[in-house]
């Protein structure tokens, strides 16, 4: 699975938009890309993938470049349970089971 | 409600006591997966279950087992528990291989 590199951290104001962004460029033409979050404690939790679209869901929405070398998971109206990691997982279909989750980008979303 | 249940949420055991962590689905996936996280760092697959094949991880210790009796449950025994087996052990589901996987809330595990 290709590599994903992440910003460590970020902030947010709450009831803004929060736009967490991942590089991925080595990504290959059958990798999709994932994203998951794990709040403080909790096991985590799938919030979206897609191959080369847009995507959008009650959770979020995900931009993948043109060139699929860079996406953005964008939590349209940050609230304070938004605080958690946020994990970019770059995935082929038929690869081994194991999701790769790298170290994320640990949102704070503030009052 | 809830889909992959873990219990409990917390377990506490001894140095080298046995112990098991059960976990259960109500998605009729296919597939079962048993995580370990130490504390700040992200998960680490120990091994999977397509149906009844059981799949272990190259660098998953032997004190690790595990049994999938049926569908629905899945269970992680840790059969002599050290200090550093401390962590959190999440159970996820998928409907069939590399498909998106769902987690359970985890399960704590303390060794004294």
């Known amino acids: 699975d290709a590599k994903t590199t992440q910003p460590p951290s970020m902030d947010c104001a709450e009831g803004r938009a929060a736009n967490l962004p991942c590089n991925h460029s080595t990504i290959s033409g059958n990798e999709y890309v994932y994203w998951y979050r794990q709040i403080h404690s909790q096991g985590p939790q799938y919030i979206i993938h897609?191959?080369?679209n847009n995507e959008t869901n009650e959770m979020a929405s995900l931009i993948i470049t043109e060139d699929r070398k860079s996406s953005t998971l964008i939590l349209p109206h940050a609230t304070l349970r938004d605080t958690a990691v946020y994990y970019c997982i770059v995935r082929v279909v038929n690869s081994g089971y194991a999701l790769n989750f790298g170290k994320g980008t640990s949102l704070l979303v503030t009052p | 409600d809830a889909m992959v249940i873990q219990n409990p949420r917390y377990q506490v055991t001894q140095f080298g006591k046995p112990v098991t962590l059960s976990c259960s689905q109500t998605l009729n996936h296919n597939v079962m997966y048993w995580y370990q996280q130490k504390s700040s760092q992200a998960p680490k697959l120990l091994f999977h279950y397509y149906d009844k094949d059981f799949n272990n991880e190259a660098d998953t210790p032997d004190n690790f087992q595990s049994r999938r009796p049926n569908t629905s449950f899945c269970f992680l025994d840790i059969r002599s528990p050290g200090l550093g087996d401390a962590a959190m052990y999440l159970c996820?589901?998928?409907?069939?291989?590399?498909?998106?996987?769902?987690f359970g809330p985890g399960t704590r595990l303390l060794v004294l």
């Open positions: 897609g191959l080369k």
């Open positions: 996820a589901t998928s409907r069939v291989a590399q498909e998106t996987q769902y």
